[in-house]
């Protein structure tokens, strides 16, 4: 019979592993007994918990990224990882920190050196505003408001004249 | 001569350099709006904004002169395929759901889809090794564009696109390359694993998986983020040259040593497309292909590379009906197909 290396009296039935103070990794046996005070699960029982931490771990970090949200377009990072995509140009800011070992990753660099993007701001604007505006006139003339179409025709006539 | 039919884009003129080797290269841009969520999760309402948008850029820049733009109803198939054939669309835009909308220019060099997997992704072609006039052009569009629109863009990651494998530059350019010697002498594994072990990719033109039909392969950039568009392009460029020279040299041999064999091969081709009354899509780009190697080679004199080269688009399935002008089923294609390639070579 194997003595605990414990207690030196009950029959060891288990092996456990210990991290000494030097960090050195040493296997003790000891009886049920002792393992019970000293909380020590059986080696077997903890492969099966190992599992089972893992799977946690996974839903763990699958809530946290369900949480992390984009600002701007409300996609979640976990979304982003089932989909591929990312939602706006936000979610870049939004995500920043978790999306840099990924573009590493697949990159082998983050930081872009190719060229810029520079103006067109003004002209991009009013585009975007006499689109807009377009979208509305139609809508009131849809809806018959024949005052807010006026209105909005001449913001139109003037915007598209800058 | 001037064969029946089938008008094809400027760039499958195979006069561009090394167009024995080479049939095209092509730079393609992804870029995105900045205000407007990418396409997958954009509204349709914000759709038909970013064509509005875009199409107005494209108006106001003059590239509507010498091009059309295609709405949602002219994308739907058949039509989809016919563009597919002639790499001015991809699968996924054709297939897409979303309102999406597809500028192309007259001679078919440039394309710009709105609406795929980011807001704009425009590409040009040119014929043969040529990246200096595909790379002007795109970048010349690019630039007119973003005169007109605001793009997604930061200066840490550059353009922002949909899926980070695109950031950065959002730039893939690639060349076609047809590699019929090296595979008979089967260094292809080698010459192409060069190419992926630099980090580019490597995949066979027509057929699924390690199926390749015609020997035909595309090498294209996986990396966007942390080089400059140039210098992405001069390690393609550096690699095709390579390739270029392994696949001469292989030419070469297959001359000295196996000449009656290729030559036998090449006039077999070319008695079957001359003579078959039934012809698959898939046999077709088969014998082609085999010609095209004859031609390159100066075996058959007849014939230019670029009558084989719009051969190989004029016989795919949906561009084979749009020339005919009729819709036909597989078979009436397959019997049709023969007939057409037939005609158009026609001892002179």
Redesign the interface.
């Known amino acids: 019979m194997k003595v605990c290396d414990l207690c030196g009296k009950g029959e060891a039935t288990m092996k456990v592993s210990q991290l000494d103070k030097e960090g050195k990794v040493t296997e003790i046996a000891v009886c049920a007994e002792c393992a019970r005070q000293r909380g020590f699960a059986e080696v077997e029982k903890l492969k099966a918990n190992a599992a089972e931490i893992l799977t946690e771990l996974k839903t763990r970090i699958d809530e946290a990224d369900s949480r992390l949200v984009c600002r701007s377009c409300g996609l979640s990072y976990a979304e982003f990882k089932r989909l591929g995509r990312l939602g706006c140009s936000d979610c870049y800011v939004s995500f920043h920190d978790e999306l840099l070992p990924l573009i590493r990753r697949i990159h082998d660099a983050v930081q872009h050196v190719g060229r810029s993007a520079s103006g067109g701001r003004k002209q991009a604007q009013m585009k975007m505003n006499v689109q807009r505006l377009r979208e509305a006139l139609s809508g009131a003339i849809q809806d018959e408001d024949y005052e807010k179409a006026a209105a909005l025709r001449d913001q139109l006539r003037r915007t598209e004249e800058e | 001569m001037n064969p029946p039919g089938g008008v094809v884009g400027k760039w499958l003129a195979a006069t561009g350099p090394e167009a024995d080797v080479v049939l095209s290269t092509r730079v393609r841009l992804a870029r995105?709006?900045?205000?407007?969520?990418?396409t997958?999760?954009a509204k349709p309402?914000d759709h038909e904004?970013t064509i509005?948008?875009v199409r107005?850029?494209l108006a106001d820049t003059g590239y509507m002169e010498n091009g059309k733009f295609l709405d949602n109803e002219h994308l739907a198939e058949p039509q989809g395929q016919y563009l597919i054939e002639r790499h001015l669309a991809s699968p996924d835009f054709v297939a897409s759901k979303a309102t999406r909308g597809l500028y192309i220019s007259d001679d078919e060099t440039t394309s710009l889809m709105v609406n795929e997997?980011d807001h704009l992704r425009f590409q040009v072609m040119a014929s043969g090794l040529d990246f200096p006039e595909a790379f002007t052009a795109a970048?010349a569009l690019?630039e007119k564009l973003?005169?007109?629109?605001?793009?997604?863009?930061?200066?840490?990651?550059?353009?922002?696109t949909?899926?980070?494998?695109n950031?950065?530059?959002g730039?893939r350019a690639s060349v076609l390359v047809h590699l019929p010697a090296l595979v008979i002498t089967r260094e292809i594994e080698k010459v192409l694993r060069g190419a992926i072990h630099i980090?580019l990719a490597v995949r066979g033109l027509y057929g699924e998986g390690s199926e390749t039909k015609g020997n035909f392969f595309q090498i294209s950039n996986q990396?966007?983020?942390?080089?400059?568009?140039w210098e992405i392009i001069e390690t393609i460029a550096d690699i095709s040259r390579q390739v270029i020279t392994y696949e001469r040299k292989a030419r070469e041999y297959l001359m000295k040593k196996l000449r009656v064999e290729v030559e036998d091969k090449v006039f077999r081709s070319l008695g079957l497309l001359r003579g078959a009354r039934v012809l698959s899509s898939d046999e077709a780009i088969n014998l082609i292909a085999s010609l095209r190697l004859g031609v390159a080679l100066g075996i058959v004199n007849e014939i230019n590379l670029e009558q084989v080269t719009r051969l190989l688009i004029l016989v795919r399935p949906a561009n084979l009906q749009v020339m005919l002008g009729e819709s036909l089923t597989a078979a009436e294609r397959d019997e049709r197909r023969a007939t057409f390639v037939r005609e158009t070579l026609v001892h002179p």
């Open positions: 995105n709006l900045a205000d407007v969520p990418f997958h999760r309402r904004r509005e948008v107005w850029a997997e970048a690019d973003e005169g007109q629109l605001q793009y997604a863009f930061s200066p840490e990651f550059g353009f922002l949909a899926c980070p494998t950031l950065g530059t730039m980090g990396k966007t983020v942390g080089q400059t568009e």
